[in-house]
């Protein structure tokens, strides 16, 4: 629906005069808190009219939620804490639940969380995660469930969400992972960054994703040793010392040509750094990288753009 059409179905607010318009918007406020509890079915209702409660305010000028009214819908790391021990007790459908966390995740971006709540990046982070394991392209019922666990116990102690050890068994039980770069360094031949998401699987076809189809979760960043060295964090999980690729090597010393000049890093979000001794990445590099993301989450296959990447020397 165009926003020309949303706002013109939508009451005007010098139609409805200041006292009505208050009263619009404290119902309509009302009626998005049933949503976030998970209490009001009709979902789509009101997130038509989110964005003209975010927009319209009391007056003709109209204003922004205020941060009181923003802490009022209780849309916090409690709320998606109960739902999710509703859903592990088996009282919430694990359609319903992504669902509602699919919505919220709306809400959230509409009303800029991030930016209005001291813990909105934990609140995308842990929506985003759950996007993903409750979503049959990733995950399946019953990885649903234990990940969601492992999420659970993250909230519980307020710990970094999305969490290394969720991910990574998401994409160990996937098995075969269908990547394809999604951004890189623009007007460059041999760019310095990639990007590289994961194509959502298909159950009920026989075909392998297709390359270039847009996907959301992107689980890998590849950028060149002289870039890296600019833009590394100061956190000690990108420090030299932590490279996993002495530890793969070790456990397959096979991988040791075959990975040379790569370092790979683990974010606290479970999201891997490739660092590749080059200039510029080319196709080589970045088969590289992927082989390097195989075997660090234990993967059975990689295709990276429809080009399987086993991590054995002759793909390389």
């Known amino acids: 629906m165009s926003s020309d059409r949303f706002f013109s179905e939508s009451s005007p607010v010098g139609d409805l005069g200041a006292e009505g318009a208050s009263l619009e918007r404290q119902s309509r406020l009302r009626n998005l808190a049933l949503v976030i509890e998970g209490k009001n079915p009709e979902l789509q209702y009101d997130l038509k009219h989110l964005e003209w409660l975010v927009r319209q305010g009391v007056g003709t000028q109209g204003s922004l939620l205020s ?82 666990r492992l999420l659970f116990d993250r909230l519980q102690y307020r710990r970094t969400v999305p969490c290394r050890r969720a991910v990574s068994e998401m994409l160990r039980e996937l098995g075969v992972a269908h990547l394809t770069m999604m951004a890189r360094e623009s007007d460059v ?53 932590n ?30 750094e490739a660092v590749v001794e080059t200039e510029g990445l080319q196709s080589l590099d970045m088969r590289k990288a992927v082989a390097g993301f195989r075997a660090l989450h234990q993967l059975n296959r990689c295709y990276l753009d429809g080009i399987p990447v086993h991590s054995r020397k002759e793909d390389l």
Not at 103 to 126: C, F, R
Not at 214 to 231: D, E, M, N, V, Y
Not at 248 to 263: A, F, S, Y
Request: net charge negative.
């Open 67 to 148: 941060a009181a009214e923003i802490s009022s819908l209780s849309l916090d790391l409690d709320r998606i804490q109960q739902q999710l021990t509703t859903y592990l007790a088996r009282d919430l459908d694990r359609n319903s639940f992504h669902n509602w966390v699919c919505t919220l995740i709306k809400i959230s971006v509409t009303l800029v969380l991030v930016k209005e709540q001291p813990e909105g990046q934990k609140i995308d982070s842990a929506l985003g995660l759950l996007a993903l394991l409750l979503d049959d392209d990733f995950a399946s019922p019953d990885s649903s469930k234990r990940l969601c």
């Open 243 to 272: 490279d996993r690729i002495p530890a793969l090597i070790c456990r397959e010393p096979w991988l040791e040509p075959e990975l040379d000049g790569l370092q790979i890093f683990l974010d606290p979000g479970g999201l891997t």
């Open 189 to 241: 031949v041999r760019p310095r960054w990639v990007d590289i998401a994961l194509l959502p699987r298909r159950k009920n076809s026989g075909e392998a994703p297709q390359p270039g189809k847009s996907g959301w979760f992107q689980p890998l960043s590849i950028s060149t040793a002289r870039l890296w060295s600019q833009i590394a964090p100061d956190d000690r999980w990108a420090s030299p010392e």
